[in-house]
C-alpha cells in the first residue's frame, strides 16, 4: 500500500541548473509534507515542510510546492550544486496518525 | 547541532538470536521512532513511542519486536528472535513536538542489520 509514491528513481541535472523533485500521494487525510535528503551511509536530514494550508514554502535555493487537488508535491532546487546530489524522500503524515509515510526516494545527480 | 546517535553502526547476528538495537534521541525531544529500509526500498515506519509507551505501531511491527526507554536518554529496539528477512538498516527518529504538531523527525545514521 504505497500512499506516498515518486515515480522518478532518478535524476540527473546540470550544475547551475534548476532540479524538480515530484512526489504524489494519494491519502486525502495527509496534512504535513516534508522533503529529506540521504546521502549514503547516513540517516535522513530533514530539508524542508509544508502543511497543507499552504501551497508554496520556500528556504533558501529549496522551495516546494503542494497541489492538494492533484495529491502532489514538488521540491525545486535552484541553482542546483554538486553536493545536492543525494535520494530524497517525500514524506507525509496525517490527522490519523503521527507516523510519517515515505516515498520510495529518487537519485538527484548534479553534473559540475 | 543535537544529534540523534545510534550503534552500533553494523550489527551481524545469526538467525534465531536477539537483537537489540540501541538509539540516543535528541535530549529535549518527547517523540521517538524506529523506521526500517530493507535494501532498495523505501522507508517504513515500525513503531513511535510517547511517554513511555507505545503510540502506533505498524504491521511489521509484530510480537518478534518490543522496545524501551530504560533510561532517560537510551530507547532501544529489541527483536527476540531474528529472521533473515529483518536485514535491513534501522533508523531511529526523534521529534520535540507532542502529539500532531507539525514537526519534523530528525534521524540518526541508522544501523545496518545483517542476519545470517
Known amino acids: 500500500d504505497q500512499q506516498v509514491k515518486q515515480n522518478s528513481p532518478s535524476l540527473s541535472v546540470q550544475e547551475g541548473r534548476i532540479s524538480i523533485l515530484n512526489c504524489d500521494y494519494t491519502n486525502s487525510m495527509f496534512d504535513y509534507f516534508l522533503w529529506y535528503k540521504k546521502y549514503p551511509a547516513e540517516g535522513p536530514t530533514f530539508l524542508i515542510s509544508i502543511s497543507s494550508i499552504k501551497d508554496k514554502n520556500e528556504d533558501g535555493r529549496f522551495t516546494v510546492f503542494l497541489n492538494k487537488s492533484a495529491k502532489h508535491l514538488s521540491l525545486h532546487i535552484v541553482p542546483s550544486q554538486p553536493g545536492d546530489s543525494a535520494v530524497y524522500f517525500c514524506?507525509?503524515?496525517?490527522?490519523?496518525?503521527?507516523?510519517?509515510?515515505f516515498g520510495t526516494g529518487t537519485s538527484l545527480t548534479v553534473i559540475p | 547541532e543535537p544529534e540523534v546517535t545510534q550503534t552500533p553502526s553494523h550489527q551481524v547476528t545469526q538467525m534465531g538470536q536477539e537483537v537489540i538495537l540501541r538509539c540516543v534521541p535528541i535530549?529535549?525531544?518527547?517523540?521517538f521512532y524506529w523506521y526500517r529500509q530493507i535494501l532498495g526500498q523505501k522507508v517504513e515506519f515500525l513503531v513511535s513511542?510517547?511517554?513511555?509507551?507505545?503510540?502506533?505501531k505498524s504491521e511489521i511491527f509484530d510480537d518478534q519486536f518490543s522496545v524501551e526507554r530504560p533510561d532517560g536518554s537510551n530507547f532501544t529496539l529489541k527483536i527476540r528472535s531474528t529472521k533473515l528477512e529483518d536485514s535491513a538498516m534501522y533508523f531511529c527518529a526523534s521529534t520535540l513536538g507532542i502529539y500532531r504538531t507539525n514537526q519534523p523527525q530528525h534521524f540518526g545514521d541508522g544501523t545496518r542489520l545483517s542476519i545470517l
Open positions: 513511542f510517547y511517554n513511555n509507551e507505545i503510540s502506533e
Open positions: 535530549s529535549n525531544h518527547l517523540y
Open positions: 514524506a507525509a503524515s496525517g490527522s490519523t496518525g503521527n507516523q510519517f509515510y
